[in-house]
C-alpha cells in the first residue's frame, strides 16, 4: 500500500485479524473514512508507523485499529477519533492529532505504553477516553472545555498537560469548565494543579491523586463529596472563593496542616477527617451575610469513628482558629465542634462587615421566650433587611422576615413554639451590615 493509493474508504472489518500485513505499514492514502474495526487485531502491524499524512481522512471508526500492534499514530486531518477506535493498542506510544475536533468514548483506552498525546483543537474528552493508559505522561488539553467521566482514570504517571510547551516543573493546568467524577482518580503523580475556570469540583474528580503537593482553584465555590479524597501530599489549602465543601471531600489528606476558607458556608461529614497534621484553620475576611456559616460538627471524623478507631481516625490535637465575629460556632474550653482538643487558639480576623448602627436600639423579647418572640429596631432611613434564627452551631432554623423596610421603628414577631428549650441566634443584616442576638427559649 503506497502514497499513489486511492482509496476513500476502508470498510468494516476490512483486514481485522490479518497476520501478515507487510511491515513497515505506511497507510499514506487517500481514503476519507476507515470504518469500524478494519484493522481489528491486525496483530502484524507492530513496530509500524500508521501515519496518514493527505488531506482526506476525517473520521476514524469504531474499533478501527482496536487490539492492533500500533506504534505510531500521526492522523494529520483526522476530525473524529471514535469509541474504542485504539483500544488496547499496546505498542501505541504516541498520537498526534493536530485537527481532531472531538475523542469519543474510550477512544485510547487501555494503551499501556501511551506516553504523549497531542490534540490542541480538541474541546471535549469523552468518558474513559484514556483510562488506564498507565504510561501516559503528558497531554495536550489546553483547549479542552470538558472533560467527561473517568478520561484520564488510572494514568498513574500523568503529570503534565502542556504538550510540547511545557515549562520545566510545570503540572496540570486545567482550562475546563467542567470536570466530571473520576476524571483523574488515581493520577498518582500530578504534584501540581491549577483549575482556573473551575466552578465546581465533581465527585471524586481527583480522588486517590496522592502526589498532589501545590493546588489552585480560584474561583471553585463548591467541592464535592470525595473530590480530594486521599491527596496525601497536600500540605496548604487555600480556596479563596469557595463556598461549600463536601463529605469526606479532603479526608485522608494526611499532610494537610493549615486551611485558608474565607468565604465557606458549609463543610460536610468528614470533609477532613483522617487529617491528624491540622493545626490552623482560618476563616478570615469575606463573611457579609447574616446567616452564620454552616460547619457540621463532624468535619473531622463522627465521634463514633473516634470511639471506635475505624480508618482515618485520626484528629489534630492542637489547633489554631482565625475566626470573623460572624463565624460559629466558637470554641469553648478547647472544644470546637464537637471535638477537644488539647489547646485552641482563637485569633481574631478581619470580616470587612460593619455593625448595624441600630445595634443600641436592637431589642428582642420575650426573653425568654416561650410560643412567640418578638424582634425590633430603629431605621433611620428606608432600606433591606434580613432576619434569620439559627442554632449555635450556626445552622439556619427559619428566615424571620426578608424584604423591604421603611424608615422608623421596625418590628417583627416569630413563633419560638416548636423550638426545644435552649439558646438560639437571631442574625440580623441591613445593607449589607449585620448584628447577632441571643434568645433563650424556655417552656
Known amino acids: 500500500m503506497t502514497g499513489?493509493?486511492?482509496?476513500?474508504?476502508?470498510?468494516?472489518?476490512?483486514?481485522?485479524?490479518?497476520?501478515?500485513?507487510l511491515t513497515p505499514f505506511n497507510a499514506s492514502t487517500n481514503a476519507e473514512i476507515i470504518e469500524g474495526s478494519a484493522f481489528y487485531a491486525a496483530g502484524s502491524l507492530g513496530g509500524a508507523v500508521v501515519k496518514i499524512s493527505s488531506s482526506d481522512v476525517i473520521d476514524v471508526g469504531s474499533y478501527a485499529f482496536c487490539l492492533s500492534n500500533i506504534a505510531k499514530v500521526e492522523l494529520l486531518s483526522a476530525k473524529?477519533?471514535?469509541?474504542?477506535?485504539?483500544?488496547?493498542?499496546?505498542?501505541?506510544?504516541?498520537?498526534?492529532?493536530?485537527?481532531?475536533?472531538?475523542?469519543?468514548e474510550s477512544a485510547f483506552a487501555n494503551c499501556k505504553n501511551l506516553k504523549t498525546a497531542d490534540f490542541p483543537n480538541v474541546t471535549e474528552v469523552s468518558k474513559f477516553a484514556f483510562r488506564y493508559c498507565t504510561a501516559l505522561e503528558d497531554v495536550d488539553i489546553s483547549n479542552v472545555e470538558i472533560i467527561y467521566t473517568s478520561a484520564f482514570d488510572g494514568c498513574t504517571k500523568l503529570r503534565t498537560c502542556w504538550g510540547e510547551l511545557a515549562p520545566i516543573?510545570?503540572?496540570?493546568?486545567?482550562?475546563?469548565?467542567?470536570?466530571?467524577?473520576?476524571?483523574?482518580?488515581?493520577?498518582?503523580?500530578?504534584?501540581?494543579?491549577?483549575?482556573?475556570?473551575?466552578?465546581?469540583?465533581?465527585?471524586?474528580?481527583?480522588?486517590?491523586?496522592?502526589?498532589?503537593?501545590?493546588?489552585?482553584?480560584?474561583?471553585?465555590?463548591?467541592?464535592?463529596?470525595?473530590?480530594?479524597?486521599?491527596?496525601s501530599s497536600l500540605q496548604k489549602?487555600?480556596?479563596?472563593?469557595?463556598?461549600?465543601?463536601g463529605m469526606y471531600a479532603f479526608a485522608g489528606c494526611s499532610g494537610l496542616t493549615e486551611l485558608a476558607l474565607p468565604k465557606i458556608k458549609s463543610i460536610g461529614?468528614?470533609?477532613?477527617?483522617?487529617?491528624?497534621?491540622?493545626?490552623?484553620?482560618s476563616f478570615g475576611k469575606g463573611h457579609t451575610e447574616a446567616q452564620m456559616i454552616t460547619l457540621s460538627e463532624t468535619i473531622f471524623g463522627s465521634s463514633q469513628?473516634?470511639?471506635?478507631?475505624?480508618?482515618?481516625?485520626?484528629?489534630?490535637?492542637?489547633?489554631?482558629?482565625?475566626?470573623?465575629?460572624?463565624?460559629?460556632?466558637?470554641?469553648?474550653?478547647?472544644?470546637?465542634?464537637?471535638?477537644?482538643?488539647?489547646?485552641?487558639?482563637?485569633?481574631?480576623?478581619?470580616?470587612?462587615?460593619?455593625?448595624?448602627?441600630?445595634?443600641?436600639?436592637?431589642?428582642?423579647?420575650p426573653n425568654p421566650a416561650k410560643e412567640s418572640?418578638?424582634?425590633?429596631?430603629?431605621?433611620?432611613?428606608?432600606?433591606?433587611?434580613?432576619?434569620?434564627?439559627s442554632d449555635m452551631s450556626g445552622r439556619k432554623l427559619t428566615e424571620v422576615y426578608k424584604g423591604f423596610a421603611t424608615a422608623g421603628t421596625f418590628t417583627k414577631t416569630f413563633n419560638?413554639?416548636?423550638?426545644?428549650?435552649?439558646?438560639y441566634l437571631l442574625s440580623i443584616l441591613i445593607d449589607g451590615n449585620y448584628s447577632v442576638k441571643e434568645i433563650i427559649v424556655s417552656k
Request: hydrophobic share 40%; with cysteine.
Open 4 to 21: 499513489q493509493d486511492v482509496i476513500l474508504q476502508l470498510m468494516d472489518y476490512a483486514i481485522q485479524g490479518t497476520y501478515t500485513l
Open 80 to 104: 473524529f477519533i471514535r469509541h474504542n477506535a485504539f483500544d488496547a493498542c499496546n505498542s501505541l506510544t504516541e498520537i498526534y492529532l493536530p485537527s481532531c475536533l472531538q475523542l469519543f
Open 169 to 231: 516543573g510545570a503540572g496540570v493546568e486545567l482550562n475546563a469548565f467542567v470536570v466530571y467524577e473520576y476524571a483523574f482518580r488515581n493520577c498518582t503523580s500530578i504534584e501540581k494543579l491549577s483549575c482556573s475556570n473551575l466552578q465546581i469540583v465533581s465527585n471524586a474528580t481527583f480522588i486517590g491523586c496522592s502526589g498532589i503537593k501545590e493546588l489552585k482553584l480560584p474561583i471553585t465555590t463548591q467541592i464535592e463529596m470525595e473530590a480530594f479524597y486521599g491527596c
Open 237 to 245: 489549602l487555600s480556596l479563596p472563593a469557595t463556598e461549600e465543601i
Open 269 to 281: 461529614y468528614s470533609a477532613f477527617s483522617g487529617c491528624p497534621n491540622i493545626w490552623k484553620v
Open 305 to 365: 469513628t473516634r470511639a471506635t478507631g475505624e480508618a482515618n481516625a485520626s484528629f489534630p490535637e492542637n489547633l489554631e482558629l482565625e475566626l470573623g465575629e460572624n463565624v460559629l460556632p466558637k470554641p469553648v474550653d478547647n472544644t470546637w465542634n464537637g471535638y477537644t482538643w488539647k489547646s485552641v487558639t482563637v485569633v481574631p480576623a478581619e470580616t470587612g462587615i460593619k455593625k448595624i448602627p441600630v445595634a443600641n436600639t436592637l431589642n428582642v423579647y
Open 373 to 389: 418572640a418578638t424582634v425590633s429596631f430603629e431605621l433611620a432611613s428606608a432600606c433591606d433587611v434580613q432576619i434569620a434564627l
Open 416 to 423: 419560638t413554639g416548636n423550638l426545644a428549650n435552649g439558646v
